[in-house]
């Protein structure tokens, strides 16, 4: 196990330090392109895999082994999950280059100039759950920032990942980059001796890493009705942050009530909630990121104590404030410590595809380096020149 992991660590390396001297835009771009074009042309292939993941997989939640919040991430084939996938692909491959940007320069004496200019991190170690198409949106952003990538799925995925490794790997050898550019690890374990930025897409860092990590911890995230909130704007906020999309991390888990609304909008909102079959969680479970339709309700006398809570009991992803008053909102953005901090808008829209980074890497809820939704410029660090 140890072997191979430093094998694949090695061969990263290798391919990362050759792609820097034929890694262009153009060649890069082309690379994507390249991609697409494959996925394409594999799509039957890839979803005739991911049936198999799936048929699996309920056979685990039949079993008891595994959640259907799970299972619905490891469906490829739903809605337009594949060909937000590709566009997501035409989207990194139009986006500006995020390396070789000056961001600083000086001219220290006659003759001397200093500059710092934008460059890969090298290569990338990405673990994430089980949701196929992160294969395609790491690669993607990786390949267009210039960092090889060594990528770790969820188990339950293994077959799709597979066959979506191998279409990149087929595409990228119509280019001048290395094949093992891009690569993936299939067996547990076998990322522990990879010397790279290990970015933990979901889940919580182990604290035995040998590297520097960027971490996507849970999605706990809460919305706060004001005292002034409006009842139609809290409603659709509230139902879509919750309905649309339940078992994603930007879903919300929490909603904190003022008081004074117990009497005025909370009883016919309550209503409406109920009546989307969102449920009130029980007292406990406000540490908790329950990806699916339950939802913890709590009575808050106060702002600050609002925002106690989201800092306390929180994972600093994204909350949100509903209200009508200026000076609250600007009290909230101030007072909550987390990636995405938005007045009067679904938690949904934490995403790097809304905010036109083309896809993500995850959402780091750390402060350092990278913060919020991950794209092409958190893949970057500099070198002076």
Known sequence: MLASAESIAQTAKAAFEASQLVSTTTERTLALQEIRKQLEANKDVILRANGEDMARAEADVAAGRLTSSLVKRLDLRAGDKWDTM??????????PDP????????SLHDDLELYRVTCPIGVLLVIFESRPEVVINIAALALKSGNAAILKG?????????????TIQAALGRTALP?????????RGSDGTARS??????GHSTGEQRAPVMGHADGLC????DESADREKAKRIVVDAKIDYPAACNAVETL??????LETIWPESQLDLF???????TSEAYTTEHLSLTLSVLTVPSLSAAIAHINKHGSHHTDCIITESTDAGSTFVRGVDSAGVFVNASTRFADGFRYGFGAEVGISTGRIHARGPVGLDGLVTYKYV
């Open 275 to 281: 009546s989307t079959h969102v449920l009130p969680a």
């Open 99 to 106: 390396t070789g940007s000056i961001t600083y320069a000086r």
């Open 222 to 225: 809460a919305i706060y009705l």
């Open 197 to 202: 930025r290990p970015i933990h897409r979901f």
């Open 256 to 261: 904190l009530v003022h008081e004074s609304l």
């Open 154 to 166: 969820g188990k339950e995925s293994t077959r799709t990942t597979a066959e979506l490794t191998r």
């Open 179 to 187: 094949g093992t550019f891009i690569q993936t690890v299939e067996t």
């Open 86 to 95: 590709l566009q997501g692909v035409t989207d990194i491959a139009a986006l």
